[in-house]
């Protein structure tokens, strides 16, 4: 059983056009973080959400984190090539504990 | 160094061979974690280390994996007995404090392929 279930699992777009990943869960998490992984390498951190509700954007990606916070997405306007890559979120159930719980990840392909 | 270093980043090894991978994290990380991916795959825990607390092996899925942090910094992680079900890649990574403050910074892992 899969505690965070990522939607979709693979997505292949034109440069140019808007997207969105879900991140999905029957439970709460205290927060909940995105990470961008390219072939051969190891994840890296692009933003963590706190309180239910907020929004944080790091140039045209947009990261929201749901109000009962249960679940996330992940939106790109306007993609580019450069944004190729899998995007996995991962929660954290409590903060007494470092473990991270991640989803299956979202493959990106973004075609020029 | 900079980042977090595994080795090797590759190994091929027989069914039934043991095989040892060894993380060495950031200077000053005192949590240390190791996860292995799948193709395709999300990340599935393995164990972690805080500080000198017992380490949470509760992701081990089996006896025959094993891990050790030597002097609050190099890690290794032991398979005995390998089987082909034990392909993936192992990634380690550390954090300096809090995960919902710093997160982890990963290594680029070991693709271990049991032949």
């Known amino acids: 059983t899969q505690l965070l279930e990522q939607s979709p699992q693979f997505l292949s777009i034109q440069e140019g056009e808007n997207l969105t990943v879900y991140c999905n869960s029957s439970?709460?998490?205290?927060?909940l973080q995105w990470y961008r992984q390219e072939p051969g390498e190891g994840p890296v951190l692009l933003v963590t959400?706190?309180?239910?509700?907020e929004v944080k954007k790091l140039k045209r990606l947009t990261f929201q984190f749901g109000d009962a916070r249960k679940d996330s997405s992940l939106h790109i306007t306007a993609a580019q090539p450069g944004d190729t890559g899998l995007y996995l979120c991962?929660?954290?159930?409590?903060?007494?504990?470092?473990?991270?719980?991640f989803g299956q990840g979202t493959t990106l392909q973004v075609k020029p | 160094g900079a980042g977090v270093s595994q080795s090797p980043s590759n190994k091929v090894t027989e069914k039934g061979k043991d095989v040892e991978l060894r993380c060495d994290p950031i200077?000053?990380?005192?949590?240390l974690y190791w996860y292995r991916q799948s193709l395709g795959q999300g990340l599935e825990f393995l164990i972690y280390?805080?500080?000198?607390?017992?380490?949470?092996k509760s992701g081990l899925p089996s006896d025959r994996f094993s891990a050790e942090r030597t002097g609050g910094s190099v890690s290794t992680l032991t398979i005995q007995r390998t089987q082909q079900e034990d392909s993936a890649v192992y990634l380690c990574?550390?954090?300096?404090?809090?995960?919902?403050?710093?997160?982890?910074?990963f290594g680029s892992g070991t693709r271990l392929t049991v032949v």
């Open positions: 990574a550390s954090s300096l404090g809090p995960v919902q403050n710093y997160g982890y910074t």
């Open positions: 439970s709460v998490f205290s927060s």
């Open positions: 959400v706190v309180t239910g509700g």
């Open positions: 991962a929660g954290i159930r409590s903060s007494n504990t470092g473990k991270l719980i």
């Open positions: 200077s000053g990380h005192t949590a």
């Open positions: 280390f805080q500080g000198n607390s017992a380490p949470d």
